[in-house]
């Protein structure tokens, strides 16, 4: 089944001349870049009632509507349990567990995150992929947003995509990284593996800063702050680094003869611990935090045990 969206905004005069799929992702920051170009494309996004290319440039004042059909979720609400660390009538914050998928897709069509807010929230069934704001892999644990509004929906996606949003996450990974540091490297495709992410030199600018909280024998405890939000960037990044996460399917290397007391781990050791942000109508400073799982506490608990 289908549903007609329609959008209408009007590109501020203080915008400057800008291409098209610059100004439709400065007016509708809810929707991927891929997304509009894509209705740009199709001519479902107009400017001024017209169709125009992507790299055309729109002048200060221009109406741009968005009249598109979109397939609607074949997924409804489920009942599922969640963890909601926040929540007031603008948008929630839950804490994902690892296992859990966060949109439906061809493998996972229900039993999603999303199913489980449109059964809490339903507010969130009339919004973008249900009001969530940003993604974490199917084996992450964490923190994630969700706006139960539009109005709060485009202002936490302009503030994410602003880099206003400060997110911490905490790791195990092999190796004995360095105390602190920066990694400013470009992330893209993977040449030959598709379904992966590579530090690549044409790839999108990516930048995460990292500590290490303790080490034990062959592995480390970690913290980190993204800067940008790459798909699979932490892991990317500490490959790069030579310093995989314990788990890990995907981004690995071949363990030393060091770490074959490493006891199997079934997800990568990855877990989103804190959220800081301005709320989305009130403007106050909101922060949540989410202790790791007891399957991450158990392993930094047999690496300290095995480091005495």
Not at 114 to 120: D, E, F, I, S, V
Not at 234 to 242: A, D, N, Q, S
């Amino acid at each position: 089944m289908f549903e007609t969206l329609i959008r209408r905004e009007r590109l501020p005069a203080s915008s400057g001349r800008l291409r098209l799929d610059q100004a439709a992702a400065q007016l509708f920051p809810e929707y991927s870049r891929a997304k509009l170009q894509a209705w740009i494309k199709s001519g479902e996004l107009r400017v001024d009632g017209q169709a125009g290319k992507a790299a055309a440039r729109v002048a200060p004042g221009a109406l741009i509507e968005i009249n598109a059909q979109q397939t609607q979720i074949a997924s409804g609400p489920e009942s599922i349990p969640l963890d909601v660390r926040f929540e007031d009538p603008d948008f929630l914050v839950v804490n994902k567990p690892a296992g859990l998928v966060v949109h439906p897709g061809a493998g996972n069509p229900t039993g999603t995150l999303m199913n489980a807010l449109m059964h809490y929230a339903p507010e969130t069934m009339g919004l973008p992929r249900a009001g969530i704001i940003h993604r974490l892999d199917k084996e992450t644990s964490g923190l994630l947003m969700v706006a139960k509004s539009l109005t709060a929906m485009t202002a936490l996606t302009r503030q994410l995509a602003d880099r206003g949003i400060k997110r911490e996450y905490e790791a195990i990974v092999y190796g004995h990284p360095a105390p602190f540091g920066i990694v400013d490297a470009p992330i893209g495709r993977h040449p030959t593996h598709r379904t992966k992410m590579a530090v690549r030199p044409l790839g999108r600018a990516s930048e995460t800063h990292f500590w290490c909280l303790a080490r034990y024998g062959g592995l480390a405890h970690m913290r980190f702050s993204l800067v940008t939000g790459r798909t699979h960037q932490i892991r990317v990044h500490m490959e790069h680094l030579g310093h995989p996460l314990v788990g890990d399917p995907v981004y690995r290397q071949r363990r030393g003869p060091r770490l074959e007391g490493v006891p199997e781990f079934g997800r990568q050791a990855l877990h989103a611990r804190h959220l800081e942000l301005a709320h989305p109508v009130s403007g106050d400073i909101v922060e949540v935090n989410a202790d790791a799982p007891d399957d991450f506490q158990a392993l930094l608990t047999w690496a300290r045990a095995s480091n005495d």
